[in-house]
């Protein structure tokens, strides 16, 4: 067996919220010792080539997937899809149309601060996030990162403290985005159910990513029905789970027939506590039993 640690839940610059191209990746994961990775960027496939390229150079096995945000009993999930074949009409159907769906979020939540009084417009976002769809948390960094936003009263509490201002947007995110919430706007994503089903035609073994996840809250019954429909592993290590979240998820994968696999889900400036690396629990027998898989 391949020796080395997975990690099969990372992000490039090719998501608007991730700061390293995916062959600067590739580079430091063959560096620090992983057998293998996955660059799994939000909605789209930017990623590849250059990724798997990088990956034959540097000696490090390159899973092509991707992060589709997806929607189940109104509740936003998010669904990787390792072994993906990233030039499918499938796959490029999907990342369309939650493209698009993510353009009319960014500009309704831009339109919802500028009524809040925040001084923030449109063309700066897309000025700042020229690759892909801006996600609300890339949205928050950008307007932290404005000229003088440090003395706004509203946005003060967000760089108070080495160990807030760090995380300032996601707590910006959660203080204006989430649902209640003064910015909030409806999500347009696309069903989750959807996603597996149509995974086998993209040569995808999907796997539900950090089912712990404040917003997800994955319960037993919803992995039950889920794997019916078609899913097929569970992300139990990853920079989400506390302790007992690994042991709980771990549970359910064994009992689901669910394949475990590791995700450090690293990203850069907008999950500073997420350290490349620092999830090494995934062993390549993840990317064996998930292969075996394949539809």
Same mark, same amino acid.
């Given at each position: 067996m391949t020796n080395g640690p997975v990690d099969l839940h990372i992000h490039s610059n090719r998501s608007s919220d991730g700061d390293f191209p995916p062959a600067e990746l590739v580079r430091r994961a063959a560096a620090e010792g992983f057998a293998a990775i996955s660059i799994a960027d939000h909605d789209t496939v930017a990623a590849y080539p250059e990724a798997v390229e990088e990956g034959r150079a540097a000696g490090v096995e390159v899973v092509p997937s991707m992060e589709v945000t997806a929607l189940y009993e109104d509740r936003e999930f998010h669904c990787l899809l390792p072994f993906l074949?990233?030039?499918s009409p499938v796959i490029a159907a999907i990342a369309g149309r939650v493209s698009k769906g993510r353009y009319v979020e960014a500009e309704e939540r831009v339109a919802n601060l500028r009524? !809040?009084?925040?001084? !923030?417009?449109?063309?700066?976002?897309?000025?700042? @996030?020229?690759?892909?769809?801006?996600?609300?948390?890339?949205?928050?960094?950008?307007? !932290?990162?404005?000229p003088g936003s440090?003395?706004?009263?509203?946005?003060?509490?967000?760089?108070?403290?080495?160990?807030?201002?760090?995380?300032?947007? @996601?707590?910006?995110?959660?203080?204006?985005?989430?649902?209640?919430?003064?910015?909030?706007?409806?999500?347009?994503?696309?069903?989750?159910?959807?996603?597996?089903?149509?995974?086998?035609?993209?040569?995808?073994?999907?796997?539900?990513?950090?089912p712990g996840a404040y917003f997800q809250n994955t319960t037993r019954q919803d992995l039950a029905f889920l794997r019916e429909r078609g899913l097929q592993g569970v992300?139990?290590?990853? @920079?989400?789970?506390?302790?007992?979240?690994?042991?709980?998820?771990?549970?359910?994968?064994?009992? !689901?027939d669910l394949v475990p696999t590791a995700g450090s889900d690293f990203h850069g400036r907008v999950k500073p506590h997420v350290e490349f690396g620092s999830i090494r629990d995934?062993?390549?027998?993840?990317?064996?039993?998930?292969?075996?898989?394949?539809?």
């Open positions: 074949d990233w030039t009524r !809040l009084g925040f001084d !923030l417009t449109w063309e700066e976002i897309l000025a700042a @996030s020229p690759a892909a769809a801006p996600l609300g948390v890339t949205i928050a960094r950008i307007l !932290l990162e404005k440090a003395d706004v009263p509203a946005l003060r509490p967000y760089f108070d403290g080495d160990a807030v201002r760090p995380r300032g947007p @996601s707590h910006f995110y959660r203080d204006y985005f989430m649902e209640g919430k003064p910015a909030f706007v409806p999500k347009r994503h696309i069903p989750l159910v959807e996603v597996l089903e149509k995974a086998p035609e993209t040569g995808a073994v999907p796997v539900l990513a950090h992300e139990v290590f990853t @920079s989400y789970h506390e302790n007992g979240q690994v042991a709980y998820y771990g549970a359910a994968a064994r009992d !689901l995934g062993g390549y027998w993840m990317i064996e039993a998930l292969r075996e898989r394949r539809g």
